[in-house]
């Protein structure tokens, strides 16, 4: 066969220069040296080749996680069309990625730079699969680990260091990926340099190298000229851990909350209940130096405490009353409701309650924790719940593809839901698309298989070790076992995070299911002292609410001083947050004496129901589901929403619900209009009840002035009731 004179030349040339690069150039390994180029190119993104169904016909692993699967679909895929061995610079692999052919990702690489030859190499070397000969990377580190920057230095470049299993470790930050969690903090470009900003705070960089990361740790202090040293005060417990946050960023905590607005604040986040004028006065009065203390206990023995609670957990375990295509309620809810009430209530251990749940066999008529087996039936829904309810951790990811930023395989993934493989299921009636009235037993058999390699899979839970058991062992007792040892990594880990977020409207791990090693906690020591406080007493629920409530950090103010505004970290003051759509509509109820008619397929709700004590999301309520009340349909709280919303404001004005209170004749509004009293003496009550403070000097000429300006009195009160509920200050925990 006769080849033009031009081809014959190039050939010769290209295949030339192959073997002048192959003879002086040190081995090229697939796995270690090719594929980090990729991810550091973002071939193999989830925006590219790594999405689902790959790009243009080429598909790869996400972030190279599957090297394997990623040779096989560069090398022999398309009839090996992507390699040219016989010209390796002419290979479509190098000529897309180049630009010199059309490319929709356009240009990733440039000839003769490093990451060419890399590849170039590995191509003129016959393009080997990786072998067990060749070097394991087995980690990296990053230099430094840590720094606080001052106003001196506002830069820090990265060093990354691969270390394998053969062979000395290797410079690799020119591979490596960077990404910063907090880029309103410091941003980090992608040779390593982190450039801080002009906010204070904490940040951390994540590194990525092949199939190992590691974490960066950053400080930027406050920095404010002729500012004194932060003086720590003489502190105990917790205490320490929070003082010495706010001294390593040099930020002064907020001064202290008024006697107000710390019964307010404590009432509404442990009973979701707003307290009386007259507990207000009480408390106020009260000198005792624990009377906080004393103030969280009592909270803690109301029933309210229970309920407020127990509908925090239904939205967690997903204890749903509608069916995924009926609004009628599903019997059950209320039966499963009320034990978690009632588990709540007697201060059940907390590692005793979610075991109940996990193991639960029996009839969903006659055991409450079986009704979690109800919703939770799917591969997905076992391994999600569990993860993200107990563990705190998002594997959702794994099901398909390795996690990208984290180490869960879809190994892991699926061996955790090998833990519920023998769940069986018999009996109940069909009810919408799920089956109602079911009983939960263990069958003898069942298995999980690996999706990509068919392999069947024994169960294991997320870090841990494979699970030795017989067919007459219940793989879930171990997993439960396993979840409330006393050195597990996740468990009391996460419930500290979980209520340390609830009261602080922040977890120190943000967001509060989402723990990993590149989602770093914001003050580590002080996770590590409420897990290790919670765990070591017997996982005392209550003991760690109360532990919370007389930190610091609960105590604080929530108006920022010049030092802190800026803090969304470090908890140097409280950060107020929206009151939760039943609360809130509970408070308006409480504040105008006409609690919420609640109505159900089957009837009435009995007389003075609160919305914190419905058994599940499936009672009608127009002003709940405006307000962001969840549907449960998983068990991550951001499905509860407390941004705002225009929808939550034309609720407020025209809301029929919200203007038959204000009209009531047997409610407040009635009553101030015909108690005889003088406007000022009605306008103070007023005040202590909707925001548990007396009115200020203006405050208070304003209102009489306005109410003395109208004729009709009850019509002037339920206005001034009404602009009153609408303002920040009351719809807000502050």
């Known amino acids: 066969m006769n080849f033009p004179f031009g081809i014959i030349t190039v050939l010769t040339w290209f295949a030339a220069a192959s073997m002048a690069f192959g003879q002086s150039a040190e081995p090229v390994h697939f796995n270690t040296d090719v594929m980090p180029v990729f991810t550091k190119l973002g071939c193999n993104s989830g925006a590219c080749h790594g ?3 790959g790009q243009n016909g080429f598909s790869m692993s996400l972030l190279g996680y599957e090297p394997d699967q990623d040779y096989e679909a560069i090398v022999q895929e398309a009839r090996g069309r992507r390699i040219f ?3 390796p610079a002419s290979s479509l692999l190098l000529l897309k990625a180049c630009g010199s052919l059309p490319h929709g990702g356009g240009k990733r690489l440039t000839v003769g730079t490093p990451d060419y030859q890399a590849v170039l190499r590995w191509i003129e070397n016959g ?19 840590r720094r606080t920057f001052d106003s001196d230095g506002r830069q820090q470049s990265l060093k990354v260091t691969a270390h394998f299993s053969v062979g000395p470790p290797r410079d690799v930050t020119r591979q ?3 990404q910063s969690n907090d880029s309103d903090v410091a941003e980090v470009n992608e040779t390593g340099t982190v450039q801080v900003k002009n906010r204070s705070g904490l940040f951390a960089v994540m590194v990525r190298y092949a199939d190992q990361m590691t974490v960066f740790h950053g400080t930027v202090p406050h920095t404010q000229k002729g500012s004194k040293p932060l003086v720590p005060e003489k502190t105990t417990g917790i205490d320490q851990h929070l003082w010495a946050n706010w001294q390593r960023l040099g930020i002064k905590p907020s001064l202290p ?38 103030l969280i206990d009592r909270l803690l023995e109301r029933p309210e405490y229970a309920s407020y609670f127990s509908q925090k957990w239904g939205d967690i375990l997903r204890n749903r009353g509608r069916g995924y295509s009926t609004s009628q309620q599903r019997a059950g809810t209320a039966l499963f409701a009320g034990w978690i009430r009632d588990s709540i209530a007697e201060n059940k251990p907390y590692d005793r309650f979610v075991t109940e749940i996990i193991t ?6 006659m055991n409450p924790p079986a009704v979690w087996y109800r919703t939770i039936r799917t591969t997905p829904e076992y391994v999600e719940s ?13 099901q398909c593809h390795h996690h990208p930023a984290e180490k869960w395989s879809q190994a892991d993934y699926f061996q955790l839901a090998a833990v519920f493989a023998r769940v069986g299921r018999k009996g109940g009636f069909s009810d919408a698309e799920v089956p109602t009235a079911e009983t939960i037993f263990l069958a003898d058999e069942g298995e999980v298989t690996h999706p990509r390699t068919k392999q069947v899979l024994l169960p294991k839970p997320p870090g841990g070790v494979e699970f030795k058991l017989s067919k007459y062992d219940d793989p879930r007792r171990a997993l439960a076992k396993w979840m409330t040892a006393a050195d597990n990594p996740f468990f009391a880990r996460t419930m500290a995070n979980r209520l340390w977020g609830h009261f602080m409207g922040r977890g120190i791990i943000h967001p509060i299911d989402d723990a990993r090693s590149t989602n770093p906690p914001s003050n580590p020591e002080l996770l590590d002292a409420l897990a290790k406080d919670f765990s070591s007493h017997g996982y005392d629920v209550k003991r760690l609410i109360r532990t919370i409530c007389n930190s610091a950090a609960y105590g604080l103010s929530s108006i920022p001083e010049e030092a802190n505004q800026d803090d969304v970290q470090s908890f140097a003051r409280y950060y107020p947050r929206r009151l939760s759509a039943e609360v809130l509509l509970d408070s308006i109820g409480q504040v105008l004496e006409t609690p919420t008619k609640f109505k159900s397929v089957v009837g009435d709700f009995p007389k003075g129901t609160r919305a914190i004590d419905l058994p599940d999301e499936a009672v009608p309520s127009h002003f709940l589901d405006v307000f962001g009340r969840p549907s449960r349909n998983s068990a991550c709280e951001c499905e509860r929403v407390d941004a705002p919303a225009l929808g939550q404001t034309l609720e407020m004005v025209s809301s029929a619900e919200l203007q038959e209170k204000l009209n009531a004749d047997k409610g407040f509004v009635g009553r101030l209009a015909t108690n005889g009293k003088e406007h000022g003496d009605n306008v103070r009550e007023i005040f202590q009840r909707v925001f548990a403070r007396s009115p200020r000097p203006k405050e208070l000429a304003t209102a009489v002035a306005f109410l003395e300006s109208q004729k009709k009195s009850k019509e002037a009160y339920g206005s001034l009731l009404w602009a009153l509920l609408a303002t920040n200050e009351f719809l807000f925990n502050h």
């Open 176 to 178: 490596a990926v960077f």
């Open 360 to 365: 639960a066999v029996g009839s969903q008529e």
């Open 51 to 53: 999405k689902a169904g």
């Open 257 to 294: 909350a008024t006697d107000e607005e710390f019964i307010r604040r404590a009432s509404l986040d442990v009973c979701g209940t707003l307290p009386t004028p007259e507990e207000v006065k009480t408390y106020v009065e009260d000198m005792r130096a624990d009377k906080k203390a004393k």
């Open 386 to 398: 569990v993860a993200q309810a107990f563990l705190g951790i998002r594997i959702q990811c794994a």
């Open 85 to 87: 061995q016989a010209a």
């Open 127 to 145: 393009s080997p699969r990786a072998t067990a000969a060749d070097p394991v990377l087995q980690k990296i580190t990053i230099t430094p680990e």
